[in-house]
C-alpha cells in the first residue's frame, strides 16, 4: 500500500507541473478586436517606463551640474522621475529669474570697484593687487553662477537643449565654477601671507612682496585651480571629459571627489587660521610692550588691512561653507544621498545655497568700500567726476614700480631724485553727463 500510495502521488505531481506548464506557454487571449491594440498598447507603456527610467537614470548621471549651486535646483525630476512637475515649474520660473538679478548685481557692484581703480591718484601697492583680484573672483562667481543656472534650471523648465555636446558644456562650465572658487580660497591665503610678512617681517616686505612678484603670484593663483579640476575631470577612467559626449559623471557623486573638495577648501582655511592667530599674538604682545616694531604706523595700516581681509574671509565661509557641506553630505556613498531626500528638500537647500553664494559678492564690494582708503577715493572721484590719470602720473606709478625691490627709505629718496619729470596732472574732459 506504501509503494502504491507514492507511485500515485508522484503521478500526480507530474499532472500538476505538466499543466502549469502548459498554462504558461499559452499565450494571453483579450476580447475579440483587442488583442493587438491591448498589446500595442502594453508595449507602448512599456516604452514609455523604459524610456523614463532611462531618461532618469541619465539626469542623474549629468546631476554634476549641481555641484556648488544645490542639487534641487538643477535636478529634472518629477514625481514620475520624468518631467517636471507644475509645482517645480512654478517655483523656478519665479526662483530662477530673482536669482539671475542677484548675480547681475554682484557682478555691476564688483566691476564697479575695479574700474573706479582708473580714478585712483596713487600707485597700485601689492595689497590692493591681490584685493583687486579677488574683486574679480567675485565677479567671475557671479558672472559663471548666472551662467548655470540658465542652462542647468531655466532653460530645463521650457525644454531648450544645447545639442549633443550639451552636457559637455556643462562639465567645462563646472570645471571654471569650481576653480573660481578654490581661487578665491588662494586669493585669501595669499593675503594672509602678504599681511603676516608686512607685519612680522616689516624690513624685509619691500624686498620680497613686490609689485612684479604679486603679479606672478596671481597668475599662477588663477591657473592653478583651473588646472587642478580639469585634470581631475579629465583623468577618470571611462568618465567625465573621456566618456563620449560627457555622459558618465558618476565620479562626481563619489565619496572621494567630496573628500578631495572638501580638503581643497579646508586647508587654505586651516593655514589662514594659524596664520592670523600668530599675528594676532604678536600685536597683543606689541601692545603690551613686550615687541617693538620699526614703524608704528606702518604696523597700524597692516593691522587695518589685515582685519578687512578677516571680514572678506567671513562672508567666504557664509557663501560657500554650506554650499561644499551638502556636496560633501549628500553624495552616493555619505551619509545623506542626495537622491534619498525629498524633492522640496532639495529645492529649499539648493535656493539657499546659491542666495548665500550670491549674498557674498553682493557684500564685499562694501567692505572694500568702507575699509580700503584706496578704493574708497577711487570711488569718489569716480561718482565725483573727476578726471582720470593722466600719463604723468602713471609715470609716477612706473617709478615706484622700478625701486620696489629697494627698502622704503631708499626707495623715497629715489623717487624724490627722479620727481622732476613727474608734471603736475593735466586737467581732462570729464566723461560723465553734466546734464
Not at 535646483?73 to 530662477?96: H, I, L, W
Not at 555691476?108 to 585712483?120: D, I
Request: include cysteine.
Amino acid at each position: 500500500m506504501t509503494c502504491r500510495d507514492s507511485g500515485l502521488r508522484l503521478l500526480l505531481r507530474k499532472r500538476v507541473s505538466a499543466r502549469k506548464r502548459s498554462a504558461l506557454e499559452e499565450p494571453v487571449t483579450t476580447e475579440p478586436g483587442a488583442g493587438v491594440g491591448a498589446r500595442a498598447s502594453t508595449s507602448r507603456f512599456e516604452d514609455a517606463s523604459a524610456a523614463a527610467r532611462s531618461h532618469w537614470r541619465l539626469g542623474s548621471r549629468s546631476s554634476y551640474r549641481t555641484i556648488t549651486l544645490g542639487q534641487a535646483m538643477e535636478s529634472n525630476s518629477s514625481d514620475s522621475r520624468g518631467s517636471f512637475g507644475e509645482d517645480q515649474r512654478a517655483v523656478y520660473t519665479f526662483a530662477v529669474p530673482v536669482l539671475l538679478v542677484g548675480c547681475s548685481l554682484a557682478f555691476l557692484f564688483n566691476a564697479g570697484v575695479l574700474v573706479s581703480l582708473r580714478w585712483l591718484r596713487r600707485p597700485v601697492s601689492p595689497t590692493l593687487c591681490f584685493s583687486l583680484s579677488l574683486t574679480f573672483a567675485d565677479a567671475y562667481s557671479a558672472l559663471l553662477l548666472a551662467t548655470g543656472l540658465v542652462l542647468n534650471s531655466y532653460l530645463p523648465v521650457y525644454g531648450v537643449s544645447l545639442g549633443s555636446q550639451e552636457r559637455c558644456i556643462v562639465l567645462v562650465l563646472e570645471v571654471f565654477r569650481l576653480s573660481g572658487l578654490l581661487a578665491s580660497a588662494f586669493h585669501l591665503l595669499a593675503l594672509a601671507v602678504n599681511h603676516y610678512v608686512g607685519i612680522l617681517r616689516p624690513l624685509h616686505y619691500a624686498a620680497m612682496v613686490t609689485r612684479r612678484s604679486s603679479e606672478l603670484s596671481i597668475a599662477v593663483l588663477w591657473a592653478l585651480p583651473v588646472l587642478v579640476f580639469l585634470v581631475y575631470f579629465a583623468s577618470v577612467p571611462g568618465q567625465g571629459l573621456q566618456s563620449p559626449g560627457c555622459v558618465q559623471v558618476d565620479f562626481v557623486r563619489g565619496r572621494a571627489f567630496s573628500l578631495t573638495l572638501l580638503a581643497l577648501f579646508s586647508s587654505p582655511l586651516a593655514a589662514m587660521t594659524f596664520i592670523y592667530s600668530h599675528i594676532f599674538v604678536v600685536i597683543r604682545r606689541h601692545r603690551a610692550g613686550l615687541v617693538s616694531f620699526p614703524s608704528a604706523r606702518q604696523l597700524n595700516r597692516n593691522v587695518k588691512a589685515a582685519y578687512t581681509t578677516l571680514w572678506i574671509l567671513g562672508t567666504y565661509i557664509v557663501g560657500w561653507m554650506p554650499a561644499v557641506a551638502f556636496i560633501v553630505l549628500t553624495c552616493t556613498d555619505c551619509a545623506f544621498p542626495i537622491y534619498d531626500l525629498p524633492m522640496s528638500t532639495r529645492m529649499t537647500l539648493g535656493i539657499l545655497t546659491n542666495a548665500l553664494i550670491i549674498s557674498k559678492g553682493l557684500i564685499d564690494p562694501f567692505i572694500y568700500a568702507a575699509r580700503m582708503f584706496e578704493v574708497k577715493e577711487a570711488l569718489q572721484n569716480m561718482l565725483r567726476c573727476r578726471p582720470r590719470r593722466t600719463k604723468n602720473v602713471r609715470r609716477r606709478s612706473l617709478l615706484v614700480t622700478k625701486t620696489d625691490t629697494l627698502t622704503s627709505s631708499l626707495r623715497l629718496i629715489q623717487l624724490r631724485r627722479e620727481s622732476f619729470i613727474v608734471a603736475k596732472p593735466r586737467p581732462d574732459i570729464c566723461r560723465c553727463s553734466r546734464a
